[in-house]
């Protein structure tokens, strides 16, 4: 057995479990897919912003690239019809993640999804900071239910959701109604002991809370962990590493993205959308105030999908010699073109594929370097548009930045240099062939 078969045994035996659980467990899965499942409301924000200030505003990329504003002089008053959606999307994303993320628990533990997740609502309110009095009119502040409100937000979900779940199925606590009562008021009064507990815990523990740290829960986790988790995200190393994690993941066939997408976006989801706000209030990306973020990583260093696999696919077209590899390269073009690599990752396969682990894993981790050394040298903005994961290659650079045209020289150039690091292994890939194809021949011919 060689050395790189070993690798594989033990790294399958490692890593396969853990990532299973992870994959598995349901806090992790709820955590995860309430992120996804906002995401079209959020990414309806970041598309808006880029309207606003690449289309609509006089100075903005496009529109001095198509001459807009000397055909329609009246187009930066429109800027006013869209701006409101931000308000609607990332600025109350705590609101949709506590409500998903309990839903998603309860809907994991057969419960009432819906209930629960409006029982997560209310509970995040309850807590909320008390209304602020300004000439004589009570307002609430915005400030929690934003960016800031993320880690309360998902620490209330999984808690709200896991004691919802368990109180709804005591028998003591069930109020049944007879079969001839509508069955929304059933499903109501079934659960209404549960709300009703829930509700004055929470209202007891904030008494408490607030008794100690009167800026209130809020203001305590933020302090206490959401900031320093937010600075952890913000560190190049974390992003880098990350990115490793991810990346081998999937070269033992498990879905990387998916598996940290829970850490990831506790990690990056605040920095994100405060750099968003701040291209929103400014009009531009530079001067964002968090130049790392996760946006590196698709920036740069995702073209294709997980281990910036379009550069593979050139790499192949240019130097393979099979005809499997030609064939899958050919069947993965398209999806690929829109980061999409389940075909080329399972058809070559890059799946346990002892020649294309290192540049799978090395790839990516090289061009957010080279993303990471462009924006802090200020060669380029930051990465503070947010443009939809499916956009081709190097077009997330130069759209992500507000179209700035040296991200997008250095987004080719990322897949250039992608293609030359692949070209080697798959040249190897061609004479492991060869000699496959040597050893096969020579054992026929023994045979016969």
């Known amino acids: 057995m060689g050395f790189m078969d070993r690798f594989e045994r033990v790294m399958e035996k490692a890593l396969v479990p853990v990532a299973a659980k992870l994959n598995s467990q349901r806090h992790i899965v709820a955590i995860r897919d309430a992120f996804i499942l906002a995401f079209p409301i959020t990414l309806a924000g970041s598309l808006i912003v880029l309207l606003n200030f690449a289309v609509l505003a006089p100075d903005g990329f496009i529109a001095k690239m198509l001459f807009l504003h000397k055909l329609f002089p009246n187009l930066a008053d429109f800027q006013q019809v869209f701006a409101p959606v931000l308000n609607g999307s990332t600025s109350i994303l705590s609101i949709f993640i506590v409500f998903l993320i309990a839903r998603n628990i309860a809907i994991a533990l057969k419960a009432d999804d819906l209930l629960c997740g409006l029982t997560a609502l209310s509970v995040f309110f309850i807590v909320y900071p008390e209304y602020i009095i300004v000439d004589g009119a009570s307002l ?77 829960i809020h203001a305590l986790i933020y302090t206490l962990i959401q900031t320093p988790l937010k600075d952890l995200g913000t560190n190049i190393v974390s992003l880098v590493i990350l990115a490793i994690v991810s990346n081998l993941l999937w070269v033992f066939g498990i879905h990387g993205p998916n598996t940290i997408a829970a850490i990831r976006e506790g990690m990056f989801a605040e920095a994100g959308l405060e750099n968003l706000e701040f291209v929103a209030a400014n009009g531009t990306a530079w001067g964002a105030p968090y130049p790392v973020t996760w946006a590196i990583n698709d920036a740069f260093a ?28 050919k069947l993965s073009i398209a999806p690929g073109l829109f980061n999409i690599n389940e075909p080329i990752i399972f058809g070559l396969p890059v799946v346990l594929n002892p020649i294309l682990i290192v540049p799978f894993i090395l790839v990516p981790a090289i061009n957010i370097i080279i993303g990471y050394i462009a924006i802090t040298t200020e060669l380029i903005p930051p990465i503070a548009y947010s443009v939809p994961w499916t956009t081709p290659g190097p077009l997330i650079a130069f759209f992500g930045t507000g179209g700035n045209w040296l991200a997008l020289i250095i987004g080719f150039l990322c897949l250039a240099i992608s293609t030359l690091i692949y070209l080697p292994f798959v040249i190897a890939a061609n004479k492991a062939a060869n000699a496959q194809k040597s050893v096969e021949t020579d054992t026929k011919n023994v045979s016969m």
């Open 140 to 216: 609430l502040s915005t400030q929690w239910v934003g960016a800031q409100g993320l880690f309360v937000a998902m620490l209330i979900g999984l808690l709200v959701g896991e004691v919802f779940s368990k109180l709804s199925k005591a028998k003591r606590l069930q109020i049944k109604m007879p079969a001839s009562v509508p069955p929304a008021i059933s499903r109501t009064f079934l659960v209404l002991f549960p709300i009703v507990i829930i509700t004055i815990l929470f209202s007891i523990g904030n008494a408490i809370i607030l008794a100690i740290f009167p800026d209130g």
């Open 302 to 329: 995702n073209y294709g999908g997980s281990g910036m696999t379009l550069g593979l696919i050139i790499a192949i077209f240019i130097a393979s010699r099979r005809k499997d590899y030609r064939d899958i390269g």
